[in-house]
């Protein structure tokens, strides 16, 4: 992340070793993902070390410390969501993207995992894709979700595109 | 609902949602009360925890409101991750004010003047909501003249997060690992300051007894489980949900409400539950007296393998444990390595045993309710379909 | 004081309130065994190997975490414990790599210690995948981190932490995956490790261990065109004897000679020499440095205070940590070093030896001297100035290895040339005996007395207290040294990194104005240092000082400026402290090292 960006980010919450995970949490919803660079700056301002840093972000699973892309979806593969098949969903998720769980598409703009229970089992098979839940899926419902995220991202591009030109 | 035969004992409530009760008036009512008296009342209510460990509430506001400090802290437990549970998402969706409204009761009570709600992440897509209503709440105190305030601290996927010391850790954004108890949070929690940690539904119950009264609430349920809980119900089943029963009932007629004619073992009480198979229904009374729970009923008929429900349980506090205390960190793996084995029959079927005997010291040996409940599921799982681990 | 009434095994035993059920226990005389737990580092209550039964409750308890309480009964060997104790140990041997027979660890293995003791079946669990692919972490010249071996007691982590304040090592990850880590998991030359090789003398098993030079140090040893010279470092003498058969706190310098005599090095040097050296060095720097702030008006936050600069784990910690401040630390080498670069001149001319055939070994209580010899500076002799670094452990394997009766060796001399030393040299081994050595040369060089203490026991800088701080007030001074009169010298000693880190900060704030520091990394100064003996402990550490200012009181010479092999090199080599021949050899430089 862009150092003055992140900097607002670590002042805005406090430069402080109790703020370190709400700032962690703030770069991850702008980001998706943590840098080394993050995680050095961060032990930088707040004057802990960057094993400590890393320490703390490594336990979370919500805190991915590799790259991620723009979205990240992240399927249910609790014991329900795999009875109400939730491997079908899963199959028709790599079959449009290409990507298996723990991967990220070339383009950058879909990241895959597999999480534990998301507290929808009434509505399984179930999938946080950034900040947003989705229920109730099938292979049908899935495609058509991802598609139209695609579409956001190609539009996003488009207008960054015109924009740069 | 029905009750289905009037010897039923799965019997409907509407204690939470049921009645349009104005929670800002139950609230001001509440706080007319003398502070002892209104804590006598939860303890008489019988009142004990309702995300899973069931402490007696109104004892632990009894101690965080004598332990000694001005500064002490109230918290919402709302880390929900045990599988098969989600009825303080609907909590949270519906009747949020209420959840706020217990905690600014509970402040009041003990002298805490700072809440928070802990929010797992996996809930991110209703923080704005839950921003709303707190802040709503947060205006309704200062207007009544409470000196007390909530904030929200959101978790980061962390399943162990959910034991009470743990959520503290992560509070203080460190690592969620669990701590030494005692000394308990009621005494030394966030901080190191007096805190009471509740799950989501016990605050809106702990609000409501100071308004219906210890004898309504101990009315509902049984002796030993009084009143009543929100029970989220799913797997095989046609009516998948969030239901208000009263405590103490049978799990034959839980299956006889809510199976769908083929139940062959229903997990009571999530991942570190126990599962109950077919022909021990009758026996097992859904409380603190049989099998208690959280919330989480998980139906499964005889299409389904209980060894890959074992397997996915196991995986999951394989990676949820927190890693620090030898017997789960590595029983964990141990377990699931096990069941592998036997089933691929690098391992003979005994092996089983031997792995019984080893939740047993994970059982009495690990550091926290995680680690110490693991063998809950892998001893009923084995013990009642050893068959279907072998074959 | 309150004390609580508590049964163990039917005992009654009576404590303070707040302890624990295993210090009643060990009060009372009652063994219970653990592995996490350490008595320099803060109660973890990870391992579960200490937890017994307690009547009435449910769940064992781990003894080192829960405090007593009055009634408590607590039973240690009920058949819940003994099972719970064997299963515990099982499932750690399932998570550790157990080649026991090729560990280096091999007999000094706390883990193999308890499963001598509890386990004898054979292990009915399965060996965890983690086993299969592992790595080991050989980055650094001073210390190795084998992660197949580590049982997670995490002593290393609250050692790094806590203890040092240098935090190189974190726990990372959760569940099966969580392990002991470095930053982004990098090699342990790559991150702000300081090699003080704390961690090492705490790990319970062989996960971290010193680099060890054994090898080839007999390779050197035996090869016959080769001239093998050694220097013993002060500290070294009063604890070799631990892994020898002798107690704690028993000198062996004349058999610690004798020994090395016997393996077959060509000359038995001191490093203690050139501790008498770098007290000539160094306190003559200071003196320049204070001239210059008080006479010359020079810019004083760059030239003080100064900082001593013996302690290669210090050096890195201020490199990493407090770079601005490097001009503030001492420009002299470490005693090691500037013997490493006599070794190749000097001596290799008294002796007419080619100094490309010399090959100089030391003896260090310590593991950062190893990564010290490796720095690239480190070469003014023309040649690598120190080329292997032994442990103090590794000096008693060797010894072992050779099959020498330590025991019975006789008392032999150190040789001549670089082998005699003052009592002040010897207690450079401690924390605060750089600052005493350098007070008994420098107030007298001044003053032409000597220091007003007793016997010249400065005891205000002595002592195991973290931070000591000591003011002496100039007074008397001879005419060269008129700037000095009356100057009220503040004095500052600190030993432990995260002493080091408060008294830098004090400094960095403004809230310190000290002239002179001291800073060892290690607790209790060298005596402590990663390469020592181990177990370790406040008590053990209190012996070895002890031993450390015996040694220093049955000197013939108390003082280094009267040391005559010291006055000879000047004469005969360097001319003068601080000449451009002593800038050449015995000074060095510090590099900015990213902080993290």
């Given at each position: 992340m862009e150092k003055t960006v992140l900097e607002e980010i670590i002042y805005r919450q406090g430069a402080?070793?109790?703020?370190l995970l709400p700032i962690l949490q703030d770069v991850v919803e702008q980001q998706n993902f943590l840098t080394e660079g993050d995680m050095l700056h961060i032990a930088n301002l707040l004057q802990i070390s960057a094993a400590e840093v890393y320490g703390t972000a490594s336990f979370?699973?919500?805190?991915?410390l590799n790259r991620k892309g723009k979205y990240m979806i992240r399927l249910c593969k609790s014991i329900i969501a795999k009875m109400k098949g939730s491997d079908q969903v899963l199959a028709a998720i790599t079959d449009q993207l290409g990507i298996k769980p723990g991967e990220t598409t070339a383009d950058g703009v879909f990241s895959l995992e597999l999480v534990n229970d998301i507290g929808w089992s009434d509505r399984e098979p179930a999938m946080l894709i950034n900040d947003k839940v989705f229920t109730d899926l099938d292979p049908v419902k899935v495609t058509h979700i991802l598609t139209n995220y695609l579409k956001q991202a190609s539009t996003q591009a488009f207008v960054t595109n015109l924009s740069t030109n | 609902m029905e009750t289905m035969t009037n010897t039923s004992t799965v019997r409907k409530t509407d204690l939470i949602f049921g009645r349009s009760l104005d929670t800002l008036t139950l609230l001001r009512n509440a706080m007319q009360r003398d502070k002892d008296g209104l804590i006598q009342e939860l303890i008489d209510s019988g009142l004990?925890?309702?995300?899973?460990?069931?402490?007696?509430t109104g004892l632990k506001w009894k101690f965080a409101k004598g332990a000694p400090g001005n500064k002490k802290y109230i918290i919402c437990n709302?880390?929900?991750?045990?599988?098969?549970?989600?009825k303080d998402r609907v909590i949270l969706e519906k009747a949020a004010d209420k959840v706020f409204a217990g905690m600014g009761l509970c402040g009041w009570l003990t002298g805490a003047t700072k809440g928070f709600i802990y929010l797992r992440?996996?809930?991110?897509?209703m923080r704005n909501h839950i921003l709303a209503q707190m802040n709503d709440m947060n205006e309704a105190f200062r207007q009544m003249k409470l000196d007390f305030s909530i904030g929200l601290k959101m978790g980061s996927?962390?399943?162990?997060?959910?034991?009470e010391t743990a959520l503290i850790e992560s509070m203080e954004s460190k690592r969620g690992e669990p701590r030494n108890k005692p000394p308990f949070p009621a005494i030394?929690?966030?901080?190191?300051k007096p805190t009471v940690v509740n799950n989501v539904e016990t605050w809106v119950y702990a609000l409501l007894i100071s308004y219906i009264g210890a004898d309504v609430f101990a009315a509902?349920?049984?002796?030993?489980?009084?009143g009543s809980k929100l029970f989220s119900v799913s797997g095989d089943t046609p009516k998948p949900g969030v239901y208000e029963l009263e405590m103490g009932m049978k799990l034959s007629d839980f299956v006889a409400e809510?199976?769908?004619?083929?139940?062959?073992?229903v997990q009571v009480g999530g991942a570190s539950g126990f599962c109950v198979p077919r022909r021990k229904f009758d026996q097992v009374i859904i409380g603190f007296e049989g099998i208690p729970t959280g919330g989480s009923m998980m139906l499964f008929n005889s299409h389904r393998s209980m060894y890959h429900v074992l397997h996915n349980f196991l995986e999951f506090f394989m990676e949820e444990s927190?890693?620090?205390c030898t017997p789960c960190r590595v029983g964990c793996q141990q377990l699931l390595l096990g069941i592998e084995a036997v089933k691929s029959k690098t391992?003979?079927?005994q092996y089983l045993d031997t792995l019984m005997e080893f939740t047993e010291t994970m059982r009495l040996a690990?550091?926290?309710?995680l680690g110490q409940s693991v063998g809950n599921a892998f001893n009923s799982i084995v013990n009642e379909f050893y068959e279907e681990m072998i074959y | 004081m309150k004390t609580v009434r508590l049964t163990i095994d039917k005992k009654v035993v009576e404590v303070q309130a707040g302890k624990t059920i295993l210090d009643a226990a060990r009060i009372a005389g009652i063994h219970i065994p653990t592995l996490c737990?350490?008595?320099d580092l803060c109660v973890a209550?990870?391992?579960?190997?200490c937890v017994v039964e307690q009547v009435g409750v449910r769940t064992l308890q781990a003894s080192c975490a829960v405090p007593v309480s009055d009634g408590m009964e607590i039973i240690t060997n009920s058949a819940k414990v003994q099972q719970a104790r064997r299963h515990i140990l099982e499932l750690l041997l399932s998570e550790h790599r157990s080649d026991c027979v090729n560990c280096y660890k091999n007999n000094h293995c706390e883990l193999q210690d308890l499963a001598a003791k509890y386990i004898f079946t054979p292990a009915t669990l399965i060996p965890l995948p983690a086993l299969q692919h592992y790595t080991i972490d050989s980055s650094s010249p001073s210390i190795i981190k084998d992660?197949?071996?580590?049982?997670?007691?995490q002593r290393c982590v609250r050692t790094c932490t806590q203890?040092?304040?240098?935090?190189a090592l974190t726990v990372s990850h959760?569940?099966?995956?969580?392990k002991i880590s470095t930053f982004m998991d990098?090699?342990?030359?790559?991150?702000?490790?300081?090699?003080?090789?704390q961690c090492v003398n705490r790990c319970?098993?062989?996960?971290l261990t010193e680099r060890n030079y054994i090898q080839e140090v007999w390779d050197a040893l035996l090869d016959p065109n080769t001239h093998v010279v050694v220097q013993t470092a002060p500290a070294v003498r009063v604890a070799l004897g631990e892994e020898l058969g002798f107690d704690v706190g028993e000198r062996v310098t004349g058999k610690m000679v004798s020994a090395l005599k016997t393996l077959g090095f060509d000359s038995v040097l001191d490093t203690d020499f050139t501790a008498d050296l770098t007290i000539m060095e160094e306190g003559t720097e200071l003196l320049t440095r204070l001239k210059a702030v008080l006479t010359?008006?020079?810019?004083a936050g760059t030239l003080l205070p100064m900082t001593t600069s013996c302690s290669p784990g210090w050096i890195k910690f201020i490199e990493h940590?407090?770079?601005?401040?490097?001009?503030?630390?001492?420009s002299c080498k470490s005693p090691q070093q500037m013997f490493g670069a006599l070794a190749k001149t000097y001596y290799a001319r008294k002796r007419k030896l080619n100094p490309a055939k010399i090959v100089s070994v030391s003896i260090m209580p310590c593991t950062a001297k190893k990564y010290e010899a490796d720095?690239?500076?480190?070469?003014?002799?023309?040649?690598?100035?120190?080329?292997y670094v032994l442990t103090t452990r590794e000096l008693a394997r060797m010894i072992k290895m050779a099959g020498i009766d330590f025991m019975s060796l006789p008392d032999q001399e150190h040789d001549s040339l670089m082998g005699e030393s003052s009592g002040a040299a010897v207690?450079?081994?401690?924390?605060?005996g750089v600052m005493e050595a350098a007070l008994r040369t420098a107030y007298e060089l001044v003053?032409?007395?000597?220091?007003?203490f007793a016997n010249l026991?400065?005891?205000?800088?002595?002592?195991?207290?973290g931070v000591r701080e000591a003011n002496i007030t100039i007074e008397g001074c001879l005419p060269e040294w008129s700037?000095?009169?009356g100057v009220e010298l503040k004095l500052a000693v600190a030993h432990g990194l995260t002493n080091a880190w408060e008294v830098m900060q004090a400094v960095k704030q403004g809230k310190a104005e000290f002239h002179f520091i001291e800073v060892m990394a290690c607790p209790g100064g060298c005596l402590g240092g990663?390469?020592?003996?181990?177990?370790?402990?406040s008590e053990i550490r209190l012996k070895r000082a002890q031993a450390i200012y015996e040694e220093d009181a049955g000197?013939?010479?108390?003082?280094?400026?009267?040391?005559p092999e010291v006055l000879a090199l000047y004469k005969d080599?360097?001319?003068?402290?601080?000449s451009h021949k002593s800038h050449e050899l015995l000074h060095t430089y510090y590099i900015e090292r990213h902080c993290n």
């Open positions: 402080q070793r109790d703020r979370y699973s919500f805190l991915p | 004990r925890g309702r995300g899973g460990a069931g402490f007696p709302a880390d929900e991750g045990e599988p098969g549970t989600f992440n996996e809930y991110i897509w996927g962390a399943y162990v997060c959910g034991e030394a929690g966030y901080e190191d509902y349920g049984t002796e030993q489980s009084t809510f199976g769908d004619g083929d139940t062959k073992s927190c890693g620090q391992k003979p079927a690990s550091k926290c309710g | 737990h350490h008595p209550g990870n391992c579960r190997v992660d197949s071996k580590c049982i997670r007691c203890l040092q304040h240098v935090t959760k569940g099966h995956e969580q990098k090699p342990l030359n790559d991150v702000v490790c300081t090699n003080c090789g319970p098993t062989g996960a010359e008006k020079a810019d940590k407090f770079p601005d401040y490097l001009t503030n630390v001492s720095r690239p500076e480190m070469r003014s002799s023309g040649f690598k100035d120190v080329d207690i450079f081994g401690a924390t605060g003053t032409g007395r000597e220091v007003p026991d400065i005891k205000p800088v002595r002592g195991m207290e700037f000095l009169e990663g390469g020592q003996p181990i177990p370790t402990n000197k013939h010479i108390r003082k280094s400026h009267e040391n080599f360097l001319e003068a402290p601080m």
